[in-house]
T-cell receptor
Framework: DVKVTQSSRYLVKRTGEKVFLECVQD?????MFWYRQDPGLGLRLIYFSYDVKMKEKGDIPEGYSVSREKKERFSLILESASTNQTSMYLCASSRGDSRNTIYFGEGSWLTVV | AQTVTQSQPEMSVQEAETVTLSCTYDTSESDYYLFWYKQPPSRQMILVIRQEAYKQQNATENRFSVNFQKAAKSFSLKISDSQLGDAAMYFCAYNRETSGSRLTFGEGTQLTVNP
């Protein structure tokens, strides 16, 4: 089975802190994604990556950055956390083209106080 | 830009009955993929069913089937013989042929199954 692992399930951070959310997949997938999930808004794409060291902005990249130094790992970085970034963050991965299934991690609940 | 709309924030069904969840989408593309994902309380998103736009035949997976109406841009999910384990948030999602798995999601429908 494909495994997408998010290192932290629950985090509480203070406003202004730098926050790292880590994601690892074990199926050699080319694509990796970070989504944010909020009630009534569904999932919104923050950033995605098609290959190592490559990244592209999604629909809501403001306040976030990403890093993909190795194929299996995709990190989401909040440079200076704010309360409006309190949310559920979902990492996902897939093989190259559009027809392939996307596999999700279990999510990371981030609360910024 | 593509949009996906799920107009039913909440639905409920009696165990063993059938329920249909609605989804509409907006696109100018001719080739694309549509998905239904299930998110149970554990939060692990699971693929339920997938439909390729070029296929006229509706996809079916056991108790789950879709009604794909390409001209109407409608993609509803039918769950037959509902079970307690079907209770979850259901998301409809769209992926165009050239976007490399970049999904656009609807708002979600929370399904409750009553015993």
């Amino acid at each position: 089975d494909v495994k997408v692992t998010q290192s932290s399930r629950y985090l509480v951070k203070r406003t202004g802190e730098k926050v790292f959310l880590e994601c690892v997949q074990d199926m050699d997938h080319e694509n990796m994604f970070w989504y944010r999930q909020d009630p009534g808004l569904g999932l919104r794409l923050i950033y995605f990556s098609y290959d190592v060291k490559m990244k592209e902005k999604g629909d809501i990249p403001e306040g976030y950055s990403v890093s993909r130094e190795k194929k299996e790992r995709f990190s989401l970085i909040l440079e200076s956390a704010s309360t409006n970034q309190t949310s559920m963050y979902l990492c996902a991965s897939s093989r190259g083209d559009s027809r392939n299934t996307i596999y999700f991690g279990e999510g990371s609940w981030l609360t910024v106080v | 830009a593509q949009t996906v709309t799920q107009s039913q924030p909440e639905m409920s069904v009696q165990e063993a009955e059938t329920v249909t969840l609605s989804c509409t989408y907006d696109t100018s593309e001719s080739d694309y993929y549509l998905f239904w994902y299930k998110q149970p309380p554990s939060r692990q998103m699971i693929l339920v069913i997938r439909q390729e736009a070029y296929k006229q035949q509706n996809a079916t997976e056991n108790r789950f089937s879709v009604n794909f109406q390409k001209a109407a841009k409608s993609f509803s999910l039918k769950i037959s013989d509902s079970q307690l384990g079907d209770a979850a948030m259901y998301f409809c999602a769209y992926n165009r042929e050239t976007s490399g798995s970049r999904l656009t999601f609807g708002e979600g429908t929370q399904l409750t199954v009553n015993p």
